[in-house]
């Protein structure tokens, strides 16, 4: 038997788990009946409070119909797994099929941050970034048993999908700011520095009105189990947490757009529901056209003072109109100074375009999800529904001075697309990130100390070579001696034009021998992320020292976390 995992359960069993649940060894409940989607359905967010959301694995008639219809059609016969409770012997059960399945998925291309000198480049600027679109969709791949391209591997977005155990806010305060400062578990002589904010959750006791509207892809590419019913699937749960002072408005588009629901109050779930439910698909892809009803829906709609947001669901694969990522950023950033929010779930595979859906969130004052099954669904738009929907700081910025006295290097680990120019952090005008309530953002650097640097000494053709290589200024060696870094952060309120700054120095004394626990499951994070990308920069790392280092600490009462250290396993026979 081949160790490559699963890749006959992307062929013959997707469409079943990816509608059923993330995890990999669960045993299939009985599936629901036809007409169990509507607002009482099975699906709804009620029924998912008392289990594990990976535990789940309930499949909608309609998708192991449609599944089961086109297997007989082939003249296809479904074979029968047993599927053990051990990840070990389900793992090595599963044999590779003759021949992978087309794939057309895109992703952008990017240059992982390299090494920078203090000397030459003190300030290290960049914008905050809530995503975590990219560990969904590398677990679904590793699930499928399917290659990890490079360039979906994003960092910082494998950090982010997790919680940490930071402190709430002080009052007044729109987030707290944690550091932890560790040795380099891939480099002895090297240092590993963690800065953590988490939001205040301003919907902790109250329900902010919210104005959405539900943009859904329904073209002929959303066929699949795995995109239009488990869309429709999502929105039914989200739609059960709504009251009578949300406003609902839906809007598909295939070969053109339509709207189907506008202003509908969030009390009427039977009928908002059933206009989900009613969804067919069929068509090409005129998703910008879309996104302008969107617009003009919401801004119709407008809610002062409260939560007015699109949420779009598609495979990104658009093919009428405006469909590149130039053309998609430049058409949100005409949109989104209207105080309207666009936030972006992907779904399905072999056509997958992140590149878009990337771009449009990222442009679009948003967050952007990967949906692969129920669980996550009922994780982004149910368990952390506040996180998801409601902004509460915006144009988030990020500049990191270090005090060369006693830094040499450092290094940004994540983060390349969301690099900002020194001089933008203080232009009000420059768009950054969005952070929701109660949600936590995550950066790491990888730090050369000053009495661990080399003895490289640059020449310089067109400048003082003395004066370039002069000691650090007394200023940094005197009142400041003990400081590593200040952690500057600029932000306005989801109302505002203009932000405010929060300076945060950090010293040296935070350092710890023993690795913190927050640190140490980001550090698990960042070789997880360097090993998938083959870094130059993961030195010593190993999918089996990440195994170790999960068992420093107690993470199995964060499921999520728990899931990761099987991922790694996946990962590492791959």
Same mark, same amino acid.
């Given at each position: 038997m081949k160790k490559n995992i699963i890749k006959i359960y992307a062929l013959l069993t997707a469409s079943i788990l990816a509608l059923s649940g993330c995890g990999n060894a669960s045993e299939s409940a009985a599936p629901t009946t036809a007409n169990e989607t509507g607002a009482n359905a099975g699906y709804t967010a009620d029924n998912y409070d008392s289990a594990p959301s990976h535990k789940k694995q309930e499949t909608p008639a309609a998708a192991e119909k449609a599944?089961?219809?086109?297997?007989?059609?082939?003249?296809?016969?479904?074979?029968?797994?047993?599927?053990?409770?051990?990840?070990?012997?389900?793992?090595?059960?599963?044999?590779?099929?003759?021949?992978?399945? @087309?794939?057309?998925?895109?992703?952008?291309?990017?240059?992982?941050?390299?090494?920078?000198?203090? !000397?030459?480049?003190?300030?290290?600027?960049?914008?905050?970034?809530?995503?975590?679109?990219?560990?969904?969709?590398?677990?679904?791949?590793?699930?499928?048993?399917?290659?990890?391209?490079?360039?979906?591997v994003r960092i910082e977005e494998i950090l982010n999908y997790f919680s940490y155990e930071y402190p709430d806010p002080n009052h007044g305060e729109p987030f707290s700011v944690t550091t932890e400062l560790s040795a380099c578990p891939w480099n002895a002589d090297h240092q590993l520095m963690l800065v953590g904010i988490k939001a205040d959750d301003m919907m902790k006791d109250d329900h902010i009105a919210s104005n959405l509207v539900f943009l859904i892809d329904v073209s002929g590419s959303m066929s699949s189990p795995d995109k239009l019913p488990l869309v429709q699937t999502a929105f039914n749960m989200l739609a059960d947490r709504l009251d009578e002072n949300d406003r609902i408005s839906i809007v598909t588009y295939a070969g053109s757009d339509s709207v189907l629901l506008d202003g509908e109050p969030g009390s009427n779930k039977n009928h908002i529901c059933d206009v989900i439910d009613s969804l067919e698909s069929g068509g090409s892809t005129a998703g910008a056209a879309g996104i302008i009803t969107a617009y003009d829906i919401a801004s119709r709609n407008f809610i002062e003072g409260g939560n007015n947001r699109i949420?779009?669901?598609?495979?990104?694969?658009? /093919?009428?109109?405006?469909?590149?990522?130039?053309?998609?950023?430049?058409? @949100?950033?005409?949109?989104?100074?209207?105080?309207?929010?666009?936030?972006?779930?992907?779904?399905?595979?072999?056509?997958? !375009?992140?590149?878009?859906?990337? =771009?449009l969130a990222d442009n679009g004052n948003g967050n952007y999800s990967y949906i692969d099954c129920i669980s996550e669904a009922k994780k982004v738009l149910v368990d952390e529904m506040s996180s998801t929907l409601v902004t509460v700081a915006k144009d988030v910025k990020f500049q990191v001075e270090f005090n060369p006295a006693n830094v040499s290097e450092y290094r940004l680990i994540g983060y390349e697309n969301r690099a900002l120019a020194n001089r933008d952090f203080n232009d009000d005008t420059k768009d950054a990130g969005e952070v929701g309530a109660g949600s936590t953002v995550t950066v790491l650097y990888e730090i050369v100390p000053a009495d661990a640097a080399d003895d490289y000494t640059p020449e310089f053709r067109y400048s003082d070579n003395e004066k370039a290589n002069m000691e650090p200024e007394p200023a940094a060696v005197g009142e400041h001696a003990d400081e590593l870094?200040?952690? /500057?952060? $600029?932000?306005?309120?989801?109302?505002?034009?203009?932000?405010?700054?929060?300076?945060?120095?950090?010293?040296?004394?935070?350092? $710890?021998?023993?690795?913190?626990? /927050?640190?140490?499951?980001?550090?698990?994070?960042?070789?997880?992320?360097?090993?998938?990308?083959?870094?130059?920069?993961?030195?010593?790392?190993?999918?089996?020292?990440?195994?170790?280092?999960?068992?420093?600490?107690?993470?199995?009462?964060?499921?999520? !976390? =728990?899931?990761?250290?099987?991922?790694?396993?996946?990962?590492?026979?791959?």
């Amino acid at each position: 038997m081949k160790k490559n995992i699963i890749k006959i359960y992307a062929l013959l069993t997707a469409s079943i788990l990816a509608l059923s649940g993330c995890g990999n060894a669960s045993e299939s409940a009985a599936p629901t009946t036809a007409n169990e989607t509507g607002a009482n359905a099975g699906y709804t967010a009620d029924n998912y409070d008392s289990a594990p959301s990976h535990k789940k694995q309930e499949t909608p008639a309609a998708a192991e119909k449609a599944d089961n219809s086109k297997n007989e059609a082939n003249g296809a016969v479904m074979p029968e797994y047993e599927y053990s409770d051990s990840a070990e012997e389900y793992i090595d059960y599963i044999e590779e099929p003759a021949e992978p399945p @087309v794939n057309s998925e895109e992703y952008s291309e990017f240059t992982e941050n390299a090494f920078l000198s203090v !000397k030459e480049a003190p300030l290290s600027t960049f914008s905050a970034d809530v995503d975590t679109a990219s560990y969904t969709n590398i677990r679904r791949l590793l699930n499928d048993g399917m290659y990890v391209p490079e360039d979906s591997v994003r960092i910082e977005e494998i950090l982010n999908y997790f919680s940490y155990e930071y402190p709430d806010p002080n009052h007044g305060e729109p987030f707290s700011v944690t550091t932890e400062l560790s040795a380099c578990p891939w480099n002895a002589d090297h240092q590993l520095m963690l800065v953590g904010i988490k939001a205040d959750d301003m919907m902790k006791d109250d329900h902010i009105a919210s104005n959405l509207v539900f943009l859904i892809d329904v073209s002929g590419s959303m066929s699949s189990p795995d995109k239009l019913p488990l869309v429709q699937t999502a929105f039914n749960m989200l739609a059960d947490r709504l009251d009578e002072n949300d406003r609902i408005s839906i809007v598909t588009y295939a070969g053109s757009d339509s709207v189907l629901l506008d202003g509908e109050p969030g009390s009427n779930k039977n009928h908002i529901c059933d206009v989900i439910d009613s969804l067919e698909s069929g068509g090409s892809t005129a998703g910008a056209a879309g996104i302008i009803t969107a617009y003009d829906i919401a801004s119709r709609n407008f809610i002062e003072g409260g939560n007015n947001r699109i949420i779009l669901a598609t495979d990104g694969d658009l /093919n009428v109109g405006p469909s590149s990522v130039n053309e998609l950023t430049t058409l @949100v950033e005409n949109e989104r100074d209207k105080g309207i929010f666009l936030s972006v779930l992907g779904f399905g595979s072999g056509n997958y !375009k992140d590149d878009r859906l990337e =771009a449009l969130a990222d442009n679009g004052n948003g967050n952007y999800s990967y949906i692969d099954c129920i669980s996550e669904a009922k994780k982004v738009l149910v368990d952390e529904m506040s996180s998801t929907l409601v902004t509460v700081a915006k144009d988030v910025k990020f500049q990191v001075e270090f005090n060369p006295a006693n830094v040499s290097e450092y290094r940004l680990i994540g983060y390349e697309n969301r690099a900002l120019a020194n001089r933008d952090f203080n232009d009000d005008t420059k768009d950054a990130g969005e952070v929701g309530a109660g949600s936590t953002v995550t950066v790491l650097y990888e730090i050369v100390p000053a009495d661990a640097a080399d003895d490289y000494t640059p020449e310089f053709r067109y400048s003082d070579n003395e004066k370039a290589n002069m000691e650090p200024e007394p200023a940094a060696v005197g009142e400041h001696a003990d400081e590593l870094l200040t952690v /500057n952060i $600029r932000c306005k309120a989801p109302d505002a034009d203009e932000s405010k700054l929060y300076v945060y120095p950090v010293k040296k004394s935070i350092y $710890r021998d023993r690795m913190p626990k /927050n640190l140490n499951f980001a550090a698990c994070c960042a070789e997880f992320g360097m090993l998938l990308r083959h870094s130059r920069y993961s030195g010593t790392s190993s999918y089996e020292r990440i195994a170790d280092m999960l068992k420093e600490y107690n993470y199995e009462d964060d499921e999520y !976390k =728990a899931e990761f250290g099987l991922m790694v396993r996946l990962a590492s026979r791959m």
